[in-house]
């Protein structure tokens, strides 16, 4: 009875923890990095997370900006994106190398 309750637990924790991971992408009106979680960009051959090849910040409440470090990743962010996120607008491109949302 003791291995049925522990295992119960587990379940009931795992459950709960990725409860809270698909809470953190709910689109509610206002930026979150979050929503950029789990999204990965082809670089030099292999699918590296959106975080390691940019810098993601939120200058606004409703605005997300990521700018890559190679510029030639741009059209790889975008295409990541919008992969992953079909309702996004397209992204404004800034003479600097910048996406914002």
């Known amino acids: ?3 049925v309750n522990e295992e119960i637990k587990k ?14 992408g709910i689109r509610t ?3 979150s990095l979050n929503l950029l979680e789990g999204i990965t ?6 699918h ?3 975080n390691q090849v940019a ?3 939120i200058p606004e409440a409703r605005l997300i900006v990521i700018q ?3 510029a030639s990743l741009i059209k790889e962010v975008e295409k990541a994106i919008l992969a ?7 992204p404004l491109l800034a003479r600097n190398g910048e996406s914002s949302w």
């Open 1 to 3: 009875m003791k291995e």
């Open 11 to 24: 379940k009931n924790e795992n459950a709960l923890a990725a409860l809270k991971k698909e809470f953190n």
């Open 29 to 31: 009106g206002r930026a």
């Open 41 to 46: 960009v082809e670089y030099f051959g292999s």
């Open 48 to 50: 590296t997370p959106l």
């Open 55 to 57: 810098t993601l910040t």
């Open 68 to 70: 890559p470090w190679d």
């Open 84 to 90: 992953r996120w079909s309702g996004f607008r397209c």
